[in-house]
């Protein structure tokens, strides 16, 4: 049984690439974008903006409050954000949590008319044989960013 994995799914959104990108990258608007999922997040360490802040998020996963404390990082070229898991539920059942959200417009342009397809990829290594692969965590941030494509559309 394999202890590491990599979980991927591309979906497609109303919202302009720049548009969701932004929301993630500053984060501080997503719990009113997807209170059902979400209900706080806060900088711990730098700001909300800066590649290496530490940010506290709390959520609720199938029916359970949940929380992490994650490393993000910002490639504004290709508006990619990747957010390393530091502490919190995720970190119960993985030696490794890696979340990483890649907006790419659907046009050449980003004028936002046509929307744009995110890139979700989980990457996970387990703490042990009896944890699961990431599925759920997958499924969640499907729903989160439905919500935010939907809400900035």
């Known amino acids: ?50 590649t290496g802040s530490i940010k506290y998020w709390c959520y609720t996963l199938d029916g359970k409050l949940e929380v992490l404390k994650e490393k993000t990082f910002f490639d ?19 030696k490794v949590y890696i979340g990483k959200f890649e907006m790419k417009p659907k046009d050449d342009d980003d004028a936002g008319g046509n929307g744009c397809f995110v890139t979700i990829t989980v990457e996970y290594e387990k703490l042990n044989l009896a944890s699961p692969p990431a599925y759920k965590y997958l499924d969640f941030l499907e729903s989160v960013v439905h919500d935010l494509g939907e809400a900035l559309a």
Do not use: C, F, R
């Not at 991927?8 to 974008?33: C, F, G, R």
């Open 1 to 50: 049984m394999a202890m590491k994995g990599k979980l991927q799914s591309v979906m497609e959104v109303k919202a302009s690439a720049n548009k969701v990108y932004q929301v993630w990258k500053a984060s501080y608007d997503i719990p009113k974008l997807t209170a059902e999922n979400i209900h706080k997040v806060e900088v711990q360490q730098g700001d909300w903006e800066t």
């Open 76 to 94: 504004d070229e290709k508006k990619l954000v990747t957010v390393i898991g530091v502490d919190g539920d995720p970190m119960k059942l993985y």
